[in-house]
């Protein structure tokens, strides 16, 4: 297969391209195909032949994507503007796009310091498993002191925050806002998504926030189109990616634990404080009707 044109952040950079090791072109990417579904240059053949495939299962996948995205977007601003939080973990941060965390949290910062001063720093370490996420970060963010990307896997969640703690840009011992978008429906029930959540806030400081999005799977009784639209994609991810689990939404409140979900609770990413989309704030973006019950997500604080 030929070379990976530059992506477009290394062209604005003005970077050269190489690319990463220990990449399998011959399976896809939880992250490429994301990186595809946004509308991203940072992908395979493979990828985007699953992406389409699933497309074709179920029209409005893309859906789900950009929904995901708005809603990281929206809960960052809320994490830094109302939360108050400086410094944040993002796990299964995929491949650089538009709007990242840091790019919300700096702009957020900005904003309020202009009416409180000067405005206060943000840190914030990315987190993936993906040799071709690591190598792309690094090298979009290799000359920003505040915000970096560490190789870890979900499953070994002590490994995670050790990692993200020795970066120097996170002290555990301070709140932290925890982003896990779009990454825990990836974890099979035998890797035990609830323990490695568990382990992961039960480590951070009181007055930590964590922000969850999930695959939803509905009632049949009372959504049984939606239900069935769900149970289609679970196949269809299952197949091609060998990942993508739609649970329930009571499975999904146990990934909070005890902490408490702020308002409006988990809902639909739709419903999660909407925004006006006037392009001028990252997060606008409302997913259509058909698929906007089977993908949810909330905020939660620990006491």
């Given amino acids: 297969m030929a070379g990976l044109d530059p992506p477009e952040f290394l062209k604005r950079t003005g970077q050269k391209y190489r690319e990463p090791p220990e990449i399998d072109m011959s399976r896809p990417s939880i992250a490429r195909v994301y990186s595809y579904y946004l509308g991203g240059k940072d992908h395979f053949e493979v990828d985007r032949d699953m992406a ?5 299962v179920v029209p409005g996948v893309t859906d789900l994507a950009l929904g995901n995205r708005a809603f990281v977007q929206r809960a960052t601003r809320y994490l830094t503007a109302e939360a108050g939080l400086e410094q944040f973990v993002d796990i299964g941060s995929g491949l650089p796009s538009d709007g990242n965390v840091h790019e919300i949290v700096r702009k957020t910062l900005q904003e309020r310091g202009r009416s409180a001063g000067a405005p206060r720093e943000a840190r914030v370490v990315y987190v993936d498993s993906d040799p071709m996420v690591l190598a792309h970060g690094r090298a979009l963010l290799a000359d920003d002191r505040s915000v970096t990307v560490v190789r ?8 995670v925050l050790a990692r993200a703690a020795a970066t120097g840009l996170i002290d555990i011992e301070r709140p932290v806002g925890l982003i896990l978008g779009g990454i825990l429906h990836h974890l099979q029930d035998g890797e035990d998504p609830a323990g490695c ?6 480590a951070l ?9 999930h695959f939803c799977l509905p009632d049949a009784s009372r959504a049984p189109r939606s239900a069935e639209r769900a149970a289609a994609l679970e196949r269809a991810f299952l197949e091609r990616l060998g990942t993508g689990r739609w649970r329930t939404e009571a499975e999904i409140a146990r990934y909070f634990h005890d902490w408490t979900l702020v308002p409006p609770g988990l809902v639909p990413l739709n419903d999660w404080r909407p925004q006006a989309r006037d392009g001028l704030r990252a997060g606008g973006y409302s997913m259509p009707v058909r698929n906007r019950a089977i993908i949810v997500g909330g905020v939660a604080r620990k006491p």
């Fill in 205 to 213: 400081a009181p007055g930590s926030h964590v922000a969850v999005s």
């Fill in 152 to 159: 870890a896997d979900l499953t070994e969640p002590d490994d």
């Fill in 197 to 202: 959540t568990r382990r992961l806030l039960d």
């Fill in 52 to 56: 389409n495939y699933a497309e074709g």
